[in-house]
């Protein structure tokens, strides 16, 4: 068997070494004290853990912030669904607002412009519109308790906006230029050429059974002629009714037309006159 190794004993000198150090500490740790400083084992120890400490800190006020945003999901849920219906309210009486205004401007105009001779002019406002390609018509709020009946005539400041076609106490339908029946004497307020408009359910009507030698150009200003086709009221002469957009000429069937951009915005319409045929 091999002999067993002789301990390793301490080094004598470590001993008062290290109780000098210990006694070092201890005295540089109460001279701080007194001083109102920090002893140099805890500076040293403060530095150490400090970026350790941040790095802590940091992921607590995460986590807390994180937690702060779930636990007021659903106050600030609710807040923004009365901020939106705020806003929609505020839109609401914008739109209110600016619809008055217009048909403040609208009623001021139509007082203020030439009534239609020949009859009782009567005011109304449009409360329902049927406007599609099947159906160009609008209903106002005036009826025969008012006096109103078929084929009296419609019109406002822009021009001539129809004639009645149906009755009630107190409404009645009437029947746009542009609606697919609508049939109007008409005439270039220029030259005179007579024609007769033509609704088609569109936009825009068509002026024909012109003069194929007449004087027709775009830009020109459409009248009534005082004249109707076979049926309807027979409207005063030089009510507007639009302008020219387009003149087209077949030379083979010697045949004439124009495309007429009607003077009333009809899908914008609100105060109007209904000039009442005298009993």
């Known amino acids: 068997l091999a002999p067993p190794k002789p301990r390793r004993r301490l080094a004598w000198w470590m001993i008062p070494v290290t109780i000098f150090a210990l006694f070092s500490l201890v005295f540089l740790q109460n001279l701080a004290a007194t001083r ?14 400090s970026p350790v400490q941040r790095a802590f800190r940091a992921t607590g006020d995460y986590f807390s912030d994180v937690a702060r945003v779930i636990f007021r999901r659903d106050d600030l849920a609710a807040q923004n669904a009365r901020l939106q219906a705020q806003v929609a309210d505020l839109q609401g009486q914008n739109q ?18 030439p ?8 005011p109304a406002e449009v409360i329902f519109s049927n406007t599609t390609d099947l159906a160009r018509r609008i209903v106002l709020n ?21 004639q009645v076609t149906q009755v009630s106490p107190f409404t009645c339908t009437v029947t746009l230029p542009i609606d697919r029946e609508g049939s109007v004497g008409a005439m270039i307020s220029r030259s005179g050429a007579r024609g007769v408009l033509l609704g088609n359910g569109n936009l825009v009507a068509k002026l024909s059974y012109l003069d194929f030698a007449a004087d027709v150009r775009e830009g020109d200003l459409v009248v009534t002629s005082g004249l109707s086709r076979e049926r309807g009221a027979i409207f005063p ?43």
């Open 96 to 113: 209110r607002l600016l619809r008055y205004r217009r048909e403040n401007e609208e009623l001021r105009t139509l007082l203020q412009m």
């Open 237 to 279: 002469r030089g009510i507007v009714l639009g302008t020219v957009l387009k003149v087209e000429k077949d030379a083979i069937s010697s045949r004439q037309e124009a495309f007429v951009q009607p003077s009333v915005d009809f899908q914008k319409l609100g105060a109007v006159w209904i000039r009442v045929a005298q009993s």
């Open 115 to 122: 009534k239609i001779p020949g009859g009782k002019n009567i």
């Open 36 to 49: 109102g400083k920090m002893a140099p084992t805890d500076a040293v120890a403060t530095t150490a853990l």
């Open 142 to 162: 005036a009826g025969s308790s008012a006096g109103v009946a078929p084929k009296d005539i419609v019109y406002s400041a822009q021009g001539l906006v129809g």
